[in-house]
C-alpha cells in the first residue's frame, strides 16, 4: 500500500491543523440550547492543508472517465465531451436562472429550448419535441403514457399490452411496467433482428403499441422496421423508437420517416454530456404530428428537465453544425467494425456481419480452460483489462449471450488509442490461452483487487470504521 492510498483518518494527528484565523475580536455569541448541542465532540480527522489538498487529488485520480481514457462501455456512447459545452452551459446568464423567475426575464433561455425542438426534429424527422424528461428511462415513461393518452383519447380503454423485443434495454420493460402496460416479447432471430413471424400473431385489439430500440442493443441495424411498422399500425397500436442509441444515424436516417410515432433521446449520450453515475441526463421525446396534442397534458419533472444538459447538446450540435454531424456516425461506425474484425479471431463473433456504433462478443475463443482450472471468463478479460489502464466495456448484457462483451469506441477516439486497446485485447487473449489464473486474479494493479460483489451489492460498507 502506497503511503498517500491512507484515508484520511488514518494520517490524522490529534491537534494538527490546516488553518489559522485571527483572534476573534467580537463578543461570543450565545450559546445553543443544550437541547440541540453534540453529546459527544465530532471526530473529523485533524491534518495540513497539504494532506487535505493530496486526499482529495489522490481520490479523484483513483476515479475513471473519459477524461483520463478509453471507455468503450457499450449501451453508454461515452464520447468525449467538448469542454466548450461545459463552459457555455457556466456562463453566468444561464447557470444563474431560477426556475421561477417571470417569463419576461428568461428570453434566452426559451430561445435555446425552441431552438433545440428545431433542430431534434431536424434530425428526427419528429414534429415537436418535450424536454421534461431527465433520462432515458424518463423519457420512455413519458413516451409510454403518451401512446397510453392517445388510446384513451379515442375511447380505446382496451389497449393495456405493449409489445418489446428480447433485445431491449432492460428500461423497455421496466418503463412499460412502472406505466402499468403489461410487457409482451417479441423473439430475435439468428441473425439479431426482431422475427416479423413471431410478430403477427401478438398483434391484436390489447395492443397499445410496439417498443424497438435501433440499432438494436448488438449494435445491428433493424431491417424489417417498415413492415413492422404497417403491421403496428394495421393493429392499431404506435410504434415507439428508444432513440439512446442514435450516436451512429444522426445526419443519415430520421425515425420519423421510418414511421415512428414517438421516441426518445439521450441527450447525455448522444449529444455529449458527461454521464455515468447517475449524473444529470436529458431524455427528450419527440412525437408525431398526430400526438402533439397529447404532450401538453403531461408534467413529468417539476420544471422543464435539465438545462444544463440541454444547453450543452445545443452547444454540440452548433458547434458540429449539419455536415460534421452527419459524421459523427460515420466514424463510430468505422472505429466499431475496425474493432470488432481485428479482434474476432480471438474472441467469439456470434453474429457476422457490419455493425454500426458497437457490437457484442460471446467471450474468449479460447478461454484456456484445463484439468482444474476453469477458462477465463468475459468478467476476467473485463477485470484484467483495467490492469492495462482501460475501462471494461459492459459485460453479460445483452442476456441474448452467455459471455456478452459489449464494445462501443464511438467517434472521438484516435486510430492509434483504438490500436492500443485491441493490442491489449490480444494479449489478454494470449493470457487466457497460456494461463487463465493470471486473469482470474486480476486486477492487480487497482487500489482494490475483487470485491466480494454480492456482499458490496448488499452490504456496502459507504462510510469510514475505524478499525484499527
Ligand atoms: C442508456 C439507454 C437507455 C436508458 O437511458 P438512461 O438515461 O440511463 O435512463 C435506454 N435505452 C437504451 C438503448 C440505452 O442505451
Redesign the pocket.
Known amino acids: 500500500m502506497k503511503y498517500y492510498d491512507k484515508l484520511i483518518f488514518e494520517v490524522s494527528k490529534e491537534g494538527r491543523s490546516g488553518f489559522s484565523l485571527p483572534v476573534n475580536a467580537f463578543p461570543a455569541a450565545p450559546a445553543l440550547p443544550e437541547a440541540v448541542r453534540r453529546e459527544a465532540p465530532l471526530d473529523l480527522p485533524e491534518v495540513s492543508e497539504p494532506d487535505v489538498v493530496r486526499h482529495y487529488t489522490n481520490l479523484s485520480q483513483m476515479n475513471f472517465g473519459v477524461d483520463t481514457g478509453f471507455y468503450p462501455l457499450g ?3 461515452m464520447k468525449y465531451n467538448p469542454k466548450i459545452n461545459e463552459e457555455i452551459a457556466a456562463l453566468p446568464g444561464f447557470a444563474g436562472l431560477h426556475p421561477l423567475m417571470r417569463k419576461e426575464s428568461t428570453q434566452g433561455a426559451q430561445k435555446v429550448y425552441e431552438e433545440m425542438g428545431k433542430a431534434l426534429s431536424a434530425i428526427t424527422g419528429m414534429h415537436t419535441f418535450t424536454f421534461d424528461p431527465c ?6 415513461l413519458t413516451g409510454l403514457m403518451i401512446m397510453r393518452q392517445y388510446h384513451l383519447n379515442r375511447g380505446d380503454l382496451g389497449r393495456t399490452k405493449v409489445i418489446v423485443p428480447d433485445s ?2 432492460g ?2 420493460p421496466a418503463s412499460a411496467a412502472v406505466c402499468g402496460l403489461e410487457v409482451v416479447e417479441v423473439k430475435s432471430l439468428e441473425n439479431g433482428r426482431i422475427d416479423v413471424e413471431a410478430l403477427r400473431p401478438l398483434l391484436g385489439p390489447d395492443i397499445a403499441g410496439m417498443m424497438m ?1 435501433n440499432p438494436n ?1 448488438l449494435g445491428l441495424f433493424e431491417t424489417e422496421i417498415k413492415t413492422i411498422a404497417e403491421l403496428v399500425h394495421g393493429a392499431g397500436g404506435l410504434l415507439y423508437y ?1 432513440g ?2 442514435m450516436n451512429p444515424l444522426m445526419g443519415v436516417v430520421r425515425p420519423g420517416d421510418m414511421g415512428f410515432d414517438i421516441m426518445h433521446l ?1 441527450l ?2 448522444t449529444f455529449s454530456t458527461p ?1 455515468g453515475g447517475g449524473g444529470p ?1 436529458s ?1 427528450p421525446v419527440g412525437v408525431a404530428e398526430h400526438l402533439a396534442g397529447c404532450i401538453p397534458s403531461l408534467k413529468v419533472s417539476a420544471f422543464h428537465g435539465n438545462f444544463g444538459v440541454i444547453l450543452r447538446a445545443y452547444a454540440y450540435i452548433l458547434s458540429l453544425g449539419k455536415d460534421y454531424l452527419r459524421q459523427v456516425g460515420a466514424y463510430a461506425v468505422l472505429s466499431a467494425n475496425y474493432i470488432k474484425e481485428c479482434l474476432k479471431d480471438v474472441y467469439k463473433l456470434p453474429i457476422e456481419g457490419v455493425c454500426k456504433h458497437e457490437f457484442v462478443f460471446d467471450g474468449l475463443l479460447n478461454d484456456g480452460a484445463r484439468e482444474g482450472v476453469p477458462g477465463a471468463t468475459t468478467l476476467d478479460v473485463a477485470k484484467r483489462l483495467l490492469d492495462y489502464g482501460f475501462h471494461a466495456p459492459t459485460i453479460y448484457f445483452p442476456l441474448l449471450f452467455h459471455q456478452a462483451l459489449m464494445i462501443e469506441p464511438t467517434e472521438t477516439e484516435s486510430k492509434e488509442t483504438i490500436d492500443a486497446f485491441i493490442a491489449v485485447m490480444r494479449k489478454i487473449a494470449a493470457e487466457a490461452a497460456e494461463d487463465p489464473n493470471i486473469l482470474h486474479e486480476a486486477p492487480h494493479c487497482t487500489p482494490i483487487s475483487r470485491p466480494d460483489e454480492t456482499t458490496a451489492a448488499r452490504n456496502p460498507v459507504l462510510k469510514y470504521q475505524d478499525t484499527l
Do not use: Q, V
Request: glycine residues 16%; charged residues 10%; negative net charge.
Open positions: 449501451s453508454c456512447t433520462a432515458g428511462a424518463h423519457g420512455e431491449a434495454h428500461t423497455n430500440t442493443t428508444d439512446a442509441n439521450n447525455h449520450k454521464h441526463g431524455g
